[in-house]
């Protein structure tokens, strides 16, 4: 069974920096294909970026390029979403999700999920 577990969300001002972090536990993370979700109250669940095993490949959604940076250490089993110049409208929960298969942007093609952690960003 497939375990994972965000950490890193809280409270920070706009313009601020957050970094998030997702560590997979009962398999190796090199195993998967990551991305990261949120969403927000009343709205569905969005992309935000996703990267494939061997990190060679990395996807963004237009409203966080340049902003936000993901990143894989496979020996850590730990992906991180670090986000900077946080704006009012990136206040979610975010999720992380695990693929077997190759990496995606839609949310129903991800195998597992983490619990959420909350980002709330003031202006």
């Known amino acids: 069974q497939v375990q994972l577990v965000e950490s890193g969300g809280g409270l920070v001002q706009a313009g601020g920096s957050l970094r998030l972090s997702c560590t997979t536990s009962?398999?190796?993370?090199?195993?998967?294909?990551m991305g990261w979700f949120r969403q927000a109250p009343g709205k569905e669940r969005e992309f935000v970026a996703a990267?494939?095993?061997?990190?060679?490949?990395?996807s963004y959604d237009d409203s966080v390029k340049g902003r936000f940076t993901i990143a894989r250490a496979n020996a850590k089993n730990t992906v991180f979403l670090q986000m900077n110049s946080l704006k009012p409208e990136d206040t979610a929960v975010y999720y992380c999700?695990?693929?077997?298969?190759?990496?995606?942007?839609?949310?129903?093609?991800?195998?597992?999920w983490g619990q959420g952690t909350q980002v709330t960003v003031s202006s």
């Open positions: 009962g398999r190796t993370q090199g195993s998967y294909a």
């Open positions: 990267i494939s095993r061997s990190g060679g490949w990395i």
């Open positions: 999700a695990a693929r077997v298969s190759g990496v995606a942007v839609t949310s129903t093609a991800y195998d597992y």
